[in-house]
C-alpha cells in the first residue's frame, strides 16, 4: 500500500472517531452539558472549563439576551425609557451579587480552612444570602413587571412565548437527566 493511501486511511479513522465520540458527548450531555439541571453551564460537579469566565462575565451575558429581544420588538420611546431603567437596575444588581456572592464564598472557604470551623456562623450566613437572594430576585421581579405592564399584547405575546419555549426545552432537559439516573 502507498503511503498515501494510508495517511488518507488513518485520516479516516482519526475523523470517524472524533465524529462518533462527539455525537456520543452531544447525546449524553447536550450541546452545553445539560443547562440548569447539571453540566457544562450548571455550576454542578460536571462544571466545564468555562463556567467560572462565564459566571464572571454573566451580567453582561443576561444583558446581550435581553437587547437581542428587545431589539426584536420595537418599543415605542416610552417603552424603552422603562426598558433602559429595567436594564441599568438589573445590571447594577446582577454585579452587586456577584460581588457579594464572591465576598460570601471567600469567607466560606477562609472558615472551613481553620482546625475548627464555625458552622453555625456558616449556617447563619447560608440563611441570611439565602434571604437577600430571594430579595433581589423579588425586586428584579418588580422590575420586570413594571416593564411589561407598558407593553402591547403583541409584545407582552413574545415575551410569553419565549418563556413558554425555554421552560419547555429546560423541562425537557431535565426529564431526560432524570430518566437516565
Known sequence: MKTKNKVLIGCGV???????GGYGWVS???????GPCGGFFSGG???????QAFRKDMAEFILWKIDKKAKEMNLSPVQKAKYETFRENLKSRVTEFQA?????KEQFLKE???????????????????????GFMNKNLDLFLDFYSSLDDRQKAT????????????????????ASL
Open 45 to 51: 460537579q460536571a462544571q466545564g472549563f468555562q463556567a
Open 100 to 104: 457579594e456572592r464572591q465576598k460570601m
Open 159 to 178: 415575551i410569553n412565548d419565549e418563556i413558554k419555549e425555554r421552560m419547555k426545552y429546560h423541562r425537557a432537559r431535565c426529564q431526560q437527566k432524570d
Open 28 to 34: 449524553a450531555h447536550g450541546p452545553w452539558g445539560g
Open 112 to 134: 472551613l480552612g481553620k482546625e475548627n470551623p464555625d458552622i453555625k456562623m456558616l449556617l447563619e450566613s447560608a440563611k441570611t444570602k439565602v434571604n437577600d437572594l430571594s
Open 14 to 20: 482519526i475523523t470517524l472517531v472524533l465524529v462518533i
